[in-house]
């Protein structure tokens, strides 16, 4: 099993990125996905969250209206597109994959989740 996350960087407050993670050994399209970040000296959270059938998506207050997650089951791939980003989403980014029954009363945590991958740095700053 690999969830292999990509498009991190340095950019600009205002700026945007697009991240994306690439799965691989599991039966990525009955699986619901998320994404997380942590901080230097802070706690995992999350950020957003996406069903298996991408019908129904969620998202933590801070990045509501800013960032969009979306996936492509053929290409079995989950995005994270973020825009006008500040200095506080300067974060590691990891996606992880829940086949769990109770996903959608628990997808804020991380508790839930079978997969995760490594984690792609974003660095926000001018």
């Known amino acids: 099993v690999q969830l292999v996350e990509s498009g991190g960087g340095l950019v600009q407050p205002g700026g945007s990125l697009r991240l994306s993670c690439a799965a691989s050994g599991f039966t990525f399209g009955s699986y619901d996905m998320s994404w997380f970040r942590q901080a230097p000296g802070k706690q995992r959270e999350f950020v957003a969250a996406?069903?298996?059938?991408?019908?129904?998506?969620y998202y933590a207050d801070s990045v509501k209206g800013r960032f969009t997650i979306s996936r492509d089951n053929a290409k079995n791939t989950v995005y994270l597109q973020m825009r006008s980003l500040k200095p506080e989403d300067t974060a590691v980014y990891y996606c992880?994959?829940?086949?769990?029954?109770?996903?959608?009363?628990?997808?804020?945590?991380?508790?839930?989740?079978?997969?995760w991958g490594q984690g792609t740095q974003v660095n926000v700053s001018s």
């Open positions: 996406i069903t298996w059938r991408g019908d129904n998506t």
């Open positions: 992880a994959g829940s086949n769990s029954r109770y996903w959608r009363g628990s997808y804020y945590w991380a508790g839930i989740y079978d997969y």
